[in-house]
């Protein structure tokens, strides 16, 4: 099931349409109010998330569904006609899993879907990945150094699974925004910078194992 949170009727139609055309289950809704109602029935597997909303706006309830453990897991595409960089990188820092701005095709709004979509699967994964006393349990979406627990957000959890799926390897600011956010941002490279800046942050001690390679990108592990 996706929901689809898009005050303008025509587009919130359309974009329910395509995703039941393609095999999903979708249902939309005009606001943040409308949403939170449903919401407290039964979770979504994706939500697909406007700005511009009567009332509270996107950003707002993006940072309400990602500060709730019982929703914070659950991606979220912003769906918006904002294109300043300002405003993507104001969606992704907040947790979103993905921006597409408006007018966009439909095929490209479905393969984004879909890509988001594979993406959290991978998490669904028992595997453990480890490094120094800094562990990472993928299935449980567990943070752990010298077994003190860490909270990351999603996109933050992403980026430490995939540099230590990557360990000793230097991993270019284009590789990561390609593998953990599904594209790149036409060059806007620096939202990998806030990105491992705050991840630094909340790891603490740990965050020390992340290696900033300059001029090229980060790694992780063996080459410390």
């Not at 408006?102 to 595997?127: D, H, T, Y």
Request: proline share 2%; with cysteine.
């Amino acid at each position: 099931m996706i929901y689809c949170v898009e005050d303008e009727r025509n587009i919130r139609e359309l974009l329910v349409y395509t995703l039941e055309t393609t095999g999903f289950e979708a249902e939309g809704f005009e606001t943040g109010a409308e949403l939170d109602a449903a919401m407290r029935k039964s979770l979504p597997e994706l939500i697909l998330l406007d700005i511009m909303l009567p009332g509270e706006d996107g950003y707002n309830i993006l940072k309400r569904l990602k500060s709730d453990t019982r929703t914070r897991d659950i991606p979220v595409i912003m769906v918006t006609a904002k294109e300043a960089e300002f405003d993507k990188v104001k969606g992704l820092e907040g947790g979103a899993d993905d921006y597409i701005t408006k007018p966009f095709g439909m095929m490209e709004f479905v393969a984004r879907v879909k890509a988001v979509l594979r993406r959290c699967a991978r998490q669904s994964e028992e595997r453990e990945l480890h490094c120094k006393g800094l562990r990472v349990n993928v299935s449980r979406h567990e943070v752990s150094y010298q077994g003190e627990e860490k909270e990351l957000t999603r996109k933050e959890f992403e980026l430490l699974e995939y540099l230590l799926e990557n360990k000793g390897l230097v991993m270019s600011r284009n590789q990561i925004l390609c593998h953990v956010w599904g594209y790149d941002f036409d060059g806007e490279t620096r939202t990998v910078d806030v990105h491992v800046r705050t991840l630094r942050q909340k790891l603490g001690e740990a965050g020390n194992l992340i290696e900033t390679v300059r001029g090229v990108g980060y790694r992780i592990g063996d080459h410390l």
